[in-house]
């Protein structure tokens, strides 16, 4: 009796310790390995080592050719120097992509030459006509000459937008673009088209309005260029209240400002430029307008400040307007797309879109396994246009953006087109408090894309961190600073967390089913033997 009690007493343990081994070591085991191989654990310090592979997602990737091991320096150079010039030196964002032909570019030279000359003939007598209008009415109109120049650079970004990003990295028209829009001359300005459509009927008893509710202008420069711009609302050090919903949350003019740089700092270069700038209401706004209606909504405030408002704001009242200081208001200038006739986009409902009501909740929010009804669903069920609104969605988590209620594509380039990454104005509103909601695309479809993840991985490490490339890139806007110190460091918060998601997800499914390779070559120049060990 006594034998069979041993025996039986030593089958139960070691039943136990199998269970132990196969259920609770073995996986612990297979993590570690997974860390001493080519995943990261995404901490910043630790001992990381990108993947095989990188670089720029592609729809077509039978044109690509693979890269060889990347190299990563570990240690900071003596001398400091400029982190962004070293991240944009690095391999990963020195790739060759697939040679452009005139199916991968959205515009050819004569088409568009011949778009703007129509409209260029087109405003010199809309402006003849008001002109002669505006001396009958004894109104006085400031003019200024314009000139349309074909090598212009905003000319130069209309024609270099392609099937794989809005812009080239080293596109010498952007950084021009840029410094022209901080400064030219506005010969025009206007309500968007969007605020237009409205015609100023809104119900101010809406919770959420129409698009176009929100204060914007269309300005039109001496060179024909045309810029959004979206005047401050709220001070740089302001949080979001946390009981204010997002959808009824200002826009921030320096949360476009920001997003431009992030975007082209994570290389998806999929936000038009945008660049800060200080506006004279008056000389700038009021006086070249041809539209009465915003004429109208001009009036001096009981500083003498002159200030405007739009045409249907949240309680449709004056103490809703900003003002100059007391003509100056600083405010973001977006460049404009190329026309929708000649460069037609869709715009397409966001899977993961939120509820725009007070109670209401969408089906994502509450079925954990909704990203597998949306992978058997047209267009998400093949391509890249999943996985690109997985990137769309890091994008917005790091800018903490709730309100990517859709998304735009350009026609010409079909479903693996890239998506623009279009009104970021509602992102860096609360510093303190980070969103994971917003990475429910990458949560529950374990997926991304190796250009991506190894691009995130890169900014993680102390050499190129994340926050200090920011801070860098945004020291070249005149409305420095952009963002405040609590801002940029939760960027460096939210990007563990990115990281921390895609590792969850290969420790639950593996690397093979969550990353998925795509295929580059490098055009970056091979460091010499000496020149590595130096930089080590």
Known sequence: MMRRD?????ATLTAIFSADLYFILLPKLRSVGQRSGHFCPCGPD????????????????????????????TAEPADGGSKLGRLFAHPLYNIQPPTLGPEERLLQVEQLMEYYRRKVSRWERHMKAYSEAAAVSNITVTEHEVTFDPDASWVKFHLGINRFALYSREDPAIPQLLK???????????????????????????????SGHHLKLALKMQNFAKAMFKPMRQQRDEETPED?????DFQRHNAEIAAFHLDRILDFRRVPPVAGRLVNVTGEVLQVTHNEDLRAVFFNSPANNTCFFAKCLYVCKTEYAVCGSPDLLEGSLSAYLPGLSIAPRISIPNPWIRSYTFTGREEWEVNPFFCDTIKQLYPYNSGNRLLNIIDMSIFDFLISNMDRHHYEIFTKFGDEGFLLHLDNARGFGRHSQDEMSILAPLSQCCMIKRSTLVRLQLLARPEYRLSDVMRESLEGDPLRPILTEPHLLALDRRLQKVLGVVQSCVRRLGE?????????????????????KKVR
């Open 6 to 10: 041993r025996l039986f007493l030593a």
């Open 46 to 73: 630790s001992n990381l080592t990108l993947p095989r592979h990188g670089g720029l997602a592609t729809p077509q990737l039978s044109n690509w050719t693979s890269s060889p091991p990347l190299e990563i320096a």
């Open 180 to 210: 022209e829009m901080q400064s030219m001359t506005v010969v025009s300005a206007d309500y968007t088209q969007d605020e237009k459509a409205l015609k100023g009927a809104c119900d101010c008893t809406q919770v959420v309005k129409p």
């Open 244 to 248: 204010l919903f997002y959808f009824v």
């Open 512 to 532: 093979a089913e969550v990353i998925t390779r795509d295929f580059v070559k490098s055009t970056a120049r091979p460091q010499a033997a000496t020149e590595k």
